[in-house]
């Protein structure tokens, strides 16, 4: 099922499966978020949660009971209920499940995404609360794909991404398999700007921590068009695209939390999380970003 906001910029449609946006077009009709070739890669706008990236041996166990997952989390992969939709926002809710507690994640939960269009800007609101009787930990970040080129006039390298201040990102290192190796190296120092390329993303995504920018965006050089995320408050910072040539598309990734490392222990109580919730407590994030097309 789809639901749809509409603004005199904007149109977004959001799917209950994975409460994933599938869809932005502008007043003329451009469509900004990719459109999820499969040969390329075939999703928008995933929710990753509860947990970001890789896990060893994709498994953890809790209790004595082992449980085999799957990267990024579940929640992009399952139907999310439709609360609300009405002229301001659209509301889904995820909540835990006895199959999704046999399967995939023995915890209760439940999961909320509120999706609102203002102006130019998408907000949209994840928030995590814990009905259990333990404390719930989890890992969450968001996943946004844009299309690129905005036209076809322009090509790859008609676009950088850019910081509001110069910066000198620590890139958390996560190759070959995806799991954080122990590694941290500089990329780009005292730089504002990082130049697209076909070839910027032959070793993947880079994971930079250490950020002082509000914003994190992706720039057309000749006409200023933009798309542009506030990141504050999110501790990592990730850009990645498929890998094609072409690149077809770039992502914008605002995570509260890392993929596990190599080394990490089995037990899930024993990894680090991006947030510890107590029973009856929640707690909300919000990756806002504006465009301008």
């Not at 009905?131 to 969450?140: D, M, N, S, V």
Request: hydrophobic share 35%.
């Amino acid at each position: 099922m789809q639901a749809v906001l509409r603004n005199e910029f904007f149109t977004l449609t959001v799917d209950t499966l994975g409460a994933e946006a599938v869809s932005l077009k502008n007043a003329a009709g451009e469509e900004v978020l990719w459109q999820a070739d499969p040969e390329v890669w075939p999703r928008h706008a995933p929710i990753l949660f509860p947990w970001t990236g890789e896990l060893p041996q994709s498994s953890y166990s809790h209790k004595g009971k082992t449980y085999h997952v799957v990267k990024q989390g579940f929640a992009r992969d399952v139907e999310h209920t439709l609360v609300r939709v009405d002229e301001h926002e659209i509301v889904m809710e995820l909540r835990s499940s006895p199959e999704l507690k046999e399967t995939w994640f023995p915890f209760e939960f439940v999961l909320t995404s509120m999706f609102r269009l203002e102006g130019k800007t998408i907000h949209h609101t994840l928030t995590v609360e814990n009905p259990g009787q333990e404390e719930l930990r989890f890992g969450i970040g968001f996943h946004p794909a844009f299309n690129i080129p905005f036209d076809d006039c322009h090509t790859t390298e008609d676009y950088e991404f850019r910081f509001d201040q110069p910066e000198s990102p620590v890139i958390i290192d996560a190759r070959p398999h995806g799991l954080l190796s122990g590694r941290c190296y500089y990329q780009w120092k005292n730089t504002e700007k990082i130049q697209l390329t076909d070839e910027l993303f032959s070793n993947d995504s880079f994971c930079m921590a250490g950020l002082r920018t509000k914003t994190l965006g992706i720039y057309e050089k000749d006409t200023g068009r933009h798309i542009v995320c506030n990141v504050e408050g999110f501790p990592y910072k990730l850009i990645w695209s498929a890998l094609a040539k072409p690149v077809r598309f770039v992502c914008i990734e605002p995570w509260h939390s890392l993929p596990s490392a190599e080394n990490d222990p089995q037990e899930w109580n024993e990894r680090a999380a991006a947030v510890c919730l107590a029973p009856g407590k929640r707690w909300s994030t919000t990756l806002s970003t504006t465009v301008e097309r």
